[in-house]
């Protein structure tokens, strides 16, 4: 069984940072798990690690696709478990919601059914309305989508209508067996301090031109309806160019949209997978995790 080393985490909870150390410490690759730094042009609003911060070390699935492509956890799964598989030496995966990273690391299998990803009927209700169908169908499932998330919402909508099952159901039937030897590090920081940073973070996108990245990917013909607009840091000037807010609204929305987001990531870890927790503010983090992470690695199955 092959190991694989994962870096999960809220945003700016220092992932990027230490999984280049641990990839020169141990002489791996990364791939990214990151459902927007995989398009080209969408930089700062992603966060997308930069070459400086690479340092040298290989990164997959950074800029292999237009902003008007679509990408999706099964494209995740299908992408990153080819690399895994190309050589013997092990994989770091950075970043990732944690359906993404359960995809990848899981025996989790994507059901396809005959005919278009979703019912085209469902494109008359409104991401509401498509919620409300869903939480009254599939409450389990509505409870792992937010509401804007319109694609996954009619997506399981649509695997409702074509099998006559629960998304739900169908996926608790699944061993939820890891296919791999993984480590899973979760980076973590007391809640104010993670929040000073996300703050910070933004603050400085916005200093780093993020209006005038959005506005470029307008000028090229992305639209807010395509997936990689629905991003938090794209979604949320929508308002803005369409005159309903002002920079500043759109900066506070993103803060706080992250901020949540963040809160849901800690949510579903604690509940899905086997997270070890590291706090990145405390003396010496860095150095422990090398230890603990030398220590798996020596350890057979």
Known sequence: MKKVLVIAGPTA???TALSVKLAQQFGCEIISGDSIQVYRGMDIGSGKVTEEEMQGIHHYLIDILSPMEEYSAADFQKMAREIISQSD????????TGLYLKACLYDY???????PSADPDLEEYSNKQLYQMLKEKDPVQAEKIHVNNRRRLMRSLTIMQRSGRRQSEIEDEQAHEM???????GCTMPRAVLHERISRRVEMMFEAGLREEVERLLGEG????HQSMKGIGYREWRPYFEGNASEEEVKE???????????RQYT????QMPVQWY??????????????????MECSI
Not at 109 to 115: V, Y
Not at 222 to 225: I, L, M, R, T
Not at 253 to 259: L, M
Not at 268 to 271: A, D, I, Q, R, T
């Open 109 to 115: 299998e994507f059901r396809q059914e005959s005919g």
């Open 279 to 296: 706090d990145m503010t405390e003396e010496n983090t860095t150095e422990r995790i090398m230890e603990d992470t030398k220590r798996w």
């Open 179 to 185: 296919i791999y030897d993984a480590r899973i590090i």
């Open 268 to 271: 579903w870890f604690n509940h």
């Open 89 to 96: 030496d092990m994989k770091i995966i950075c970043g990732g």
């Open 253 to 263: 929305e993103i803060k706080k949209h992250s901020r949540q987001f963040a809160r």
């Open 222 to 225: 992305v639209a807010f309806s």
């Open 13 to 15: 909870s220092g992932k």
